[in-house]
């Protein structure tokens, strides 16, 4: 076998499984966000919003104290 044809088969092997890998890896990537996704990525919507936009409010805004 000339050294042309076993790089030719090296390469050609070598490509296939660099291809398999990528498939697999795109496929379980795909699987994991619809798992996410099914658990809307975590966010806890039972307990709802613990925001309390009165703390954060504007006070005395535009007032002035000549």
Same mark, same amino acid.
Request: with cysteine.
């Given at each position: 076998?000339?050294?042309?044809?076993? =790089?030719?088969?090296? =390469?050609?092997?070598?490509?296939?499984?660099?291809?398999? @890998?990528?498939?697999?890896?795109?496929? @379980? !990537?795909?699987? !994991?966000? !619809?798992?996410? =996704? @099914?658990?809307?990525?975590?966010?806890?919507?039972?307990?709802?919003?613990?925001?309390?936009?009165?703390?954060? =409010?504007?006070?005395?805004?535009?007032?002035?104290?000549?």
């Amino acid at each position: 076998m000339t050294p042309n044809r076993s =790089a030719e088969i090296q =390469a050609k092997k070598t490509f296939e499984g660099f291809i398999k @890998w990528c498939k697999t890896s795109f496929y @379980w !990537i795909m699987a !994991i966000l !619809i798992i996410l =996704a @099914w658990c809307n990525f975590g966010i806890d919507t039972e307990t709802g919003s613990q925001y309390n936009g009165e703390v954060y =409010a504007p006070m005395n805004m535009g007032k002035s104290y000549d």
